[in-house]
């Protein structure tokens, strides 16, 4: 993942809950349609997924062991 800050850099979620570490990160695998995906680590220490094109929408929620073992799994692909 990259650091940059798209949304113009927003430390909300989408209902509004502050984030913590600051920003949405965008995929380094972004497509260069800009096709991808942006993660944060919320408020409440859970880690949340969403559409880049689609920042206003809701948002997937994962605790953060079951984002790990997700990671670990397509690593290992």
Known sequence: MNDSRP????TEDDKGRHLRGGYWRKSSFS????????????????VG???SKATALPHLRFRPSVWTAFLGEIRGM
């Open 31 to 46: 497509m260069s349609n800009g096709d991808c995906v942006e993660v944060a680590v919320l408020a409440d220490a859970n």
């Open 49 to 51: 997924v969403r559409d």
């Open 7 to 10: 949304g113009g850099g927003r």
